[in-house]
Nanobody
Framework: QVQLVESGGGLVQAGGSLRLSCAASGRTFSTYQFGWFRQAPGKEREFVARISKSGSTTDYVDSVRGRFTISRDTAKNTAYLQMNSLKLEDTALYYC??????????????????WGQGTQVTVSS
């Protein structure tokens, strides 16, 4: 089993930056795909970004493309989400996800096997 713990959330002003971390344990980090999802109050969980097992392929939801960057550090068993030019609509609880094999489309939350508890990101004006 893979255990995931997110950190790095907090309050930030619009236009600012924040980096989220996802510390993984229990399995070889490099053998899993990792993704980030977010959920705002009253809304369904939505896909934000994903990175392949090798780290060579990344994908983003249109609303964050060019502002957010997903990465991974195999030596530290950690995935990251660098968030720049933050907007009010980025406010949400951010979750890290992992899977050996994505069961369907990676942009669907049900396709992923493991989840962290989430870290809150709040963007203010």
């Amino acid at each position: 089993q893979v255990q995931l713990v997110e950190s790095g959330g907090g309050l930030v002003q619009a236009g600012g930056s924040l980096r989220l971390s996802c510390a993984a344990s229990g399995r070889t980090f490099s053998t899993y795909q990792f993704g980030w999802f977010r959920q705002a109050p009253g809304k369904e969980r939505e896909f934000v970004a994903r990175i392949s097992k090798s780290g060579s392929t990344t994908d983003y939801v249109d609303s964050v493309r060019g502002r957010f960057t997903i990465s991974r550090d195999t030596a530290k068993n950690t995935a990251y989400l660098q968030m720049n030019s933050l907007k009010l609509e980025d406010t949400a609880l951010y979750y890290c996800a992992a899977a050996d094999t994505v069961r369907g489309s990676y942009y669907s939350s049900v396709a992923w096997s493991y989840w962290g508890q989430g870290t809150q990101v709040t963007v203010s004006s």
